[in-house]
């Protein structure tokens, strides 16, 4: 169950809060430029924390039987990111969304909720950038001067070892802020731990000694970073379960709600704080280096 925020719980010390009808403004625009496969718009919303209307951009997520593996990926990618304090947009909601409101035209399955007579939903959102996506900027033709302006982000190596962590098989290009030259910041995590065309992790899916596919390092390194590169991001997998630790309790409490299944919620936590602990050596697996 989702609680939306309240004038108390808005001082608490979270990290992502549930907004409800009361801090929905307005639905502003479909978001298609990027390309997404989940429908994506920008709204109006109030934020509780700066007391403020503020844009953000959100996403709706298909359930599936009443699970919504989409929601449960972004908000846990999002806490990790800001645990290892990783640029990304500054903060994040959970939003019900009055379906109503939401301008045509809609993807079949909203279309079905609407027909069903359902009031709201909920998405993921985060407060817009004023950024674009990496590769919208760039024509197919210029794509490997992008790889090469990403390959001199300092925070590379800390972007590659988050992936690795929570299993983000999905950071292509788009999935990039490009703030300027060498500067970027991480969005979307909706896709964890699957491969091809596999959308939502089932349990089977779930093994915290596999090597998915790491985009960025796959990218930009070819599998292979330089010493330097190498050297960080090794550095940053050893302490790894000591950063989850700063978000635990909210990412316990985000999974109890949306992972209603206490035998899948147990395999996901499990899947997450043992890649945590065993990060050091995936990396090391991965760069072909003893372990």
Same mark, same amino acid.
């Given at each position: 169950m989702i609680t939306p925020a309240s004038k108390t719980s808005a001082i608490e010390s979270r990290c992502i809060h549930a907004l409800g009808n009361n801090q929905w403004r307005g639905f502003l625009q479909? %978001?298609?430029?990027?390309? %997404?496969?989940?429908? $994506?718009? /920008?709204? #109006?919303?109030? +934020?509780?924390i700066d007391a403020t209307d503020v844009t953000v951009c959100a996403k709706l997520y298909?359930?599936?039987? @009443?699970?919504?593996?989409?929601?449960? %990926?972004?908000? !846990? @990618?999002? =806490?990790? !990111?800001h645990a290892m304090r990783l640029p990304q947009p500054e903060r994040a909601f959970v939003l019900r969304v009055p379906i109503a409101e939401l301008a045509a035209p809609l993807p079949p399955w909203i279309r079905t909720l609407k027909r069903e007579k359902v009031k709201d939903y909920w998405a993921f959102a985060t407060v817009k950038m004023p950024a674009q996506s990496a590769a919208i900027q760039f024509n197919n033709t210029d794509l490997p001067l992008l790889v090469d302006d990403i390959r001199i982000w300092p925070e590379l190596p800390r972007a590659v070892v988050l992936d690795e962590h929570i299993a983000n098989t999905d950071r292509h290009l788009n999935n990039l802020l490009r703030l300027g030259k060498g500067n970027y910041a991480l969005i979307d995590n909706g896709r964890l731990a699957v491969e091809g065309s596999d959308r939502n992790w089932q349990t089977a899916h779930l093994k915290a000694d596999r090597l998915y596919s790491n985009l960025l390092s796959q990218m930009c390194w070819n599998d292979r970073p330089n010493? /330097? +590169?190498?050297?960080?991001?090794? @550095? !940053?997998? !050893? %302490?790894?379960? /000591? $950063? =989850?630790?700063?978000?635990? /309790?909210e990412l316990e409490d985000w999974w109890r709600r949306l992972i209603p299944d206490v035998a899948e919620r147990n395999a996901f936590r499990n899947f997450v704080?043992? *890649?945590?602990?065993?990060? +050091?050596?995936?990396?090391?697996? *991965?760069?072909? #280096?003893l372990i």
């Open positions: 479909w %978001n298609s430029a990027a390309g %997404n496969i989940e429908p $994506v718009f /920008d709204a #109006l919303v109030f +934020d509780p298909p359930s599936e039987d @009443g699970r919504s593996r989409g929601m449960v %990926n972004e908000i !846990t @990618g999002w =806490l990790v !990111t010493k /330097d +590169d190498q050297s960080l991001a090794l @550095g !940053t997998g !050893t %302490n790894q379960h /000591d $950063v =989850l630790g700063a978000v635990r /309790d704080v043992e *890649r945590a602990v065993a990060l +050091d050596a995936l990396l090391k697996k *991965r760069y072909g #280096l």
